[in-house]
C-alpha cells in the first residue's frame, strides 16, 4: 500500500461513516440506556457505571474521530485500500465497545488513574498528530520534494507517529478501570512491531536507500532511546 498514490474518497468516507455509526451506538449504550437494555434482554449482570468514566470514554473516542478524518483526509494521499479501511473499522468496533461495556458499567468513582489517563490520552494525541501534521508541512515545500523527512518528533523514533497511538490508547484504557483492556495497546504494539513498521522500514528503504539507512543507525525504530 505504500507508495501508491490515490485520493481513495470511497475507502476513506465509509471509514468515516463507520466510525459515526459506531460513536452513536456507544454513546445508545452508555448514555441512552443502551447498557441497561442489553443486561435485561440477554439477564446479563451489569448495570451503568460511574458518570466520569463514561464522559471521558466517550470524549476519548470523538477526540479520536475527529483527529482520524484529519489524518484521513488531509495527510494520507497514498492508496487507501478497502481490506485497510474495513480492517481499521472492525478494529474501532472492538476497542470502542470493550471500553465502553468494561468502562462504562465500572460504578467505582474515577480517581488518580483516570485523570493520570487523561493526561497520557492527550499526550499520545499530540505525539501522534503533531508529529504527522510537522511532516505534512515539511513535505509542502517543493525543494522538500523526494527526501526523507527526520525533524520534529521523528528525530525521537523513525515510527513516533505509531508510539504516540499506543500512548493515547494507553490512557484511554486508564479511563474504564479495568486491568483487562490494556490488552488493546498491548496488541497494537505487536501489530506495529510485527506488521506495521517492517513493511514501513522495507519501502523506506527502497524508496531513499541509503539516507534511510543512516537515518536508521541514530534514531531508534519505535520507542525514543529504547527501542
Do not use: C
Amino acid at each position: 500500500m505504500y507508495g501508491e498514490y490515490s485520493s481513495s474518497l470511497e475507502q476513506k468516507v465509509t471509514l468515516a461513516s463507520l466510525h459515526l455509526i459506531i460513536l452513536i451506538m456507544v454513546f445508545w449504550l452508555m448514555f441512552l440506556d443502551g447498557i441497561g437494555t442489553i443486561a435485561s434482554t440477554f439477564g446479563f449482570p451489569i448495570s451503568i457505571g460511574d458518570y466520569t468514566r463514561r464522559v471521558l470514554i466517550m470524549s476519548g473516542g470523538i477526540i479520536y474521530f475527529i483527529r482520524l478524518l484529519f489524518t484521513e483526509f488531509v495527510f494520507v494521499n497514498r492508496e487507501f485500500k478497502w481490506s485497510e479501511a474495513l480492517t481499521i473499522a472492525l478494529w474501532l468496533f472492538i476497542i470502542y465497545f470493550t471500553f465502553s461495556f468494561t468502562g462504562g458499567t465500572n460504578s467505582r468513582q474515577a480517581g488518580a488513574p483516570v485523570y493520570l489517563g487523561v493526561v497520557i490520552y492527550l499526550l499520545g494525541s499530540f505525539i501522534n498528530t503533531g508529529s504527522e501534521y510537522l511532516r505534512y508541512r515539511w513535505k509542502k515545500i517543493p525543494e522538500h520534494k523526494g527526501k526523507l523527512y527526520t525533524g520534529g518528533f521523528f528525530k525521537l523514533s523513525r515510527h513516533i507517529n505509531y508510539f504516540g497511538d499506543v500512548i493515547l490508547f494507553i490512557g484511554f484504557a486508564l479511563f474504564t478501570g479495568n486491568v483487562y483492556t490494556f490488552i488493546i495497546p498491548a496488541a497494537m504494539i505487536g501489530l506495529f512491531v510485527v506488521v506495521n513498521i517492517p513493511m514501513l522500514d522495507n519501502y523506506l528503504h527502497e524508496k531513499y536507500n541509503g539516507e534511510y539507512e543512516e537515518y536508521s543507525k541514530h534514531t531508534k525504530k519505535f520507542v525514543p532511546y529504547i527501542y
